[in-house]
């Protein structure tokens, strides 16, 4: 594979991991409380207030341009709440394999950029 095909591909690893987080936090707002009006509000409001996040302050075109390290440590703990979310429905090992892909794509984009 050559250095742009790494690089896509990774960029596309990145936009499904990002994809991923957001269906977790769904997941997570889904399964939490006994009341249906609870479980609604946290499955929609989760998901949506972690897109809201991520376009304000780690998307490309983010609304507040933060310097790198600033959007390193949003991503890392916009994933780690993921991964959190993940082990609280799942189990730690799938939330453990979620948090390495991360680890490994944002390690690479680091080092690619």
Do not use: S
Request: proline letters at 4%.
């Amino acid at each position: 594979m050559t250095g742009r095909g790494f690089y896509d591909a990774n960029e596309v690893l990145a936009f499904l991991l990002e994809l991923a987080a957001l269906a977790v936090f769904a997941w997570w707002g889904f399964t939490r409380g006994a009341h249906v009006v609870v479980r609604l509000a946290l499955g929609l409001g989760a998901p949506l207030a972690g897109a809201v996040l991520w376009g304000m302050l780690a998307a490309p075109k983010a609304v507040l341009q933060l310097p790198l390290p600033a959007v390193l440590a949003v991503k890392a703990a916009f994933f780690l709440t993921a991964a959190l979310a993940l082990a609280k429905v799942r189990n730690l090992t799938v939330a453990a394999l979620l948090a390495l892909l991360v680890a490994v794509n944002l390690t690479v984009a680091t080092v690619v950029r």
